[in-house]
T-cell receptor, first 112, second 114 residues
Framework: SQQGEEDPQALSIQEGENATMNCSYK?????LQWYRQNSGRGLVHLIL?????REKHSGRLRVTLDTSKKSSSLLITASRAADTASYFC????????????FGPGTSLSVIP | DGGITQSPKYLFRKEGQNVTLSCEQN?????MYWYRQDPGQGLRLIYY???????QKGDIAEGYSVSREKKESFPLTVTSAQKNPTAFYLC?????????????FGPGTRLTVL
């Protein structure tokens, strides 16, 4: 069973608008990560938020974490056509190992 | 330049053949991973290794095998027992420890069975 589930599955916005993607998970976690994947490429790490953090910023990215609701959101402000990609959340499922579990992803299209 | 490389980028296999996908990293990472990605889907863990000469099965290990003879290398063999091997394969590495499990990914190998 998947630990993380992104919502929506697909999102299409105009350039300059903000894009918000959500991730829900089932078990307790130590941290949650967001990754980006351009079509046909490997994943690139965007941001990691620990379970004792509520919000984190990196450039135009803002991530929030609500452990009581077992959910996280990724906000991309002032989107650009180059932000077109798939975005995945990944959680460690609170295990003692270093493996993470990826959700199915949100496909974001930013229209110029 | 530090990074993680995969080869080949594209691979074609006839049914019944074994093929080996290469993954090399020079990031001095202890942990390495293999994932499978099917179209429009997320990543599923095949195998992972936290230390040389040791590895663990992931969620979909059947029909795959790995070795970890060197810290830098974690090749994946797709055997003829894998019934539906056509997919995009991604290798990743990370430092050990919960606080440091950001994963660095290679560019991927697209395997097609003819």
């Amino acid at each position: 069973s998947q630990q993380g589930e992104e919502d929506p599955q697909a999102l299409s916005i105009q350039e300059g608008e903000n894009a918000t993607m959500n991730c829900s998970y089932k078990t307790s976690i130590n941290n949650l990560q967001w990754y980006r994947q351009n079509s046909g490429r490997g994943l690139v790490h965007l941001i990691l938020i620990r379970s004792n953090e509520r919000e984190k910023h990196s450039g135009r990215l803002r991530v929030t974490l609500d452990t009581s609701k077992k959910s996280s959101s990724l906000l991309i402000t002032a989107s650009r056509a180059a932000d077109t990609a798939s975005y995945f959340c990944a959680t460690d499922a609170g295990t003692s190992y270093d493996k993470v579990i990826f959700g199915p992803g949100t496909s974001l299209s930013v229209i110029p | 330049d530090g990074g993680i490389t995969q080869s080949p980028k594209y691979l074609f296999r006839k049914e019944g053949q074994n093929v080996t996908l290469s993954c090399e990293q020079n990031l001095n990472h202890d942990a390495m991973y293999w994932y499978r990605q099917d179209p429009g889907q997320g990543l599923r863990l095949i195998y992972y290794s936290q230390i040389v000469n040791d590895f663990q099965k992931g969620d979909i290990a059947e029909g795959y095998s790995v070795s970890r003879e060197k810290k830098e290398s974690f090749p994946l063999t797709v055997t003829s027992a894998q019934k539906n091997p056509t997919a995009f394969y991604l290798c990743a590495s990370s430092m050990l420890g919960r606080a440091h499990n950001e994963q660095f990914f290679g560019p991927g190998t697209r395997l097609t069975v003819l």
